[in-house]
């Protein structure tokens, strides 16, 4: 008995020890649906198939990726970077998501979400739109201190002061003080007139984007195809939506651009105005497709559905005839303006 090699006196496991040991792993339930595979499980006898299908949804199970070594997020994920390089993870976040079939290609149902850091990405581009906000806003503010002549300073109040003052509330409808010209003094322009003048159009489309993008989630939600047949959890449609909000921030940062373009040239601002228009209409031109290879290449590449294509464009035309409704519904004198501006007969 001792003269035996220690290899041959280990017994190979049974049937029912492997069953019992992937029961106990995870990857026991469907990664898009989340039902139960235990009954599936409990008819393996000798070995493991790659592959099978989830008998509720119809899902492809990789069973190597479920209860083997799973390949992790990729490292320029928000949901996978180190906590202390979550700033770095999330502008890598936001420029993957304007390639969505890489982007798609890379994350699959089967990793998990993390809410927090979800959550974390959208506090993040919130937290920067407002401090870019708020910073052009004193800027634009403090620009009128600066067009003063120098000969008046006396008269003026100090452009750090006004800076200051906006800077903590940018939303303001007081004068955050007072500048001087050869023909008079006059209070500086209050921060809310700067809105309608120059941010107006930004805030609109940014805005009006992201309400586009949650509406297409609300369509996706309803499709036949996705709920009632394909049975997504509504998890994995939270992650696609949140990842997809990094675009109306991004179109918000180009229009924060031409703001700034006003406030640092000073004779040239509307030139620099008009320099970053032209990119920002090259974008608007691009928003469009981006939605609907989003949502396409999410349904197919992600979720594993069919018809992707199908699918993203019954989502994203659904979800601006709805946004032009409720547009309609609200405010039916400034629709009928925008249609008959559209089409030339105002």
Not at 29 to 50: M, N
Not at 266 to 290: K, T
Request: with cysteine.
């Amino acid at each position: 008995m001792s003269d035996l090699p220690v290899r041959s006196l280990i017994r190979p496991p049974t049937a029912p020890d492997v069953a019992g040991a992937v029961l106990r792993a995870k990857g026991a339930h469907c990664p898009r649906c989340g039902y139960d595979q235990r009954g599936e499980i409990a008819t393996w006898r000798e070995q493991c198939p790659l592959e099978s299908c989830c008998s509720e949804c119809g899902f492809t199970l990789p069973w190597r990726e479920l209860i083997g070594t799973r390949k992790p997020l990729p490292r320029w994920s928000v949901e996978q970077g180190v906590r202390f390089h979550l700033p770095w993870t999330a502008l890598q976040t936001i420029v993957m998501a304007h390639r969505p079939g890489t982007f798609w290609r890379s994350i699959k149902p089967w990793h998990d979400i993390r809410p927090a850091r979800l959550l974390f990405f959208i506090l993040a581009m919130l937290a920067a739109s407002y401090l870019v906000f708020a910073m052009l806003q004193a800027g634009l503010a403090a620009r009128q201190v600066w067009d003063s002549p120098p000969a008046f300073a006396p008269q003026t109040t100090n452009a750090a002061i006004v800076f200051l003052r906006v800077l903590i509330n940018p939303f303001s409808s007081q004068s955050p003080g007072t500048t001087a010209y050869p023909f008079g003094t006059y209070p500086i322009s209050p921060p809310v007139e700067y809105i309608s003048h120059y941010w107006s159009t930004g805030l609109t489309l940014s805005i009006g984007l992201l309400v586009v993008q949650v509406l297409c989630a609300m369509g996706f939600a309803v499709l036949p195809q996705s709920r009632r047949k394909a049975k997504v959890k509504w998890s994995h449609i939270m992650r696609i939506t949140l990842y997809g909000t990094a675009i109306p921030f991004v179109l918000f940062m180009l229009f924060a651009m031409q703001v700034l373009a006003m406030v640092i040239l000073v004779d040239a601002g509307y030139l620099g105005m008009n320099f970053v228009g032209v990119f920002i209409g090259l974008y608007l031109l691009a928003v469009l497709p981006w939605l609907v290879a989003w949502w396409s290449f999410a349904t197919g590449r992600y979720l594993q559905m069919n018809h992707p294509w199908g699918v993203g464009m019954a989502v994203v035309v659904m979800a601006i005839l709805a946004l032009v409704t409720l547009n309609a519904m609200s405010s039916p004198g400034s629709m009928y303006l925008w249609v008959m501006e559209s089409i030339g007969l105002m």
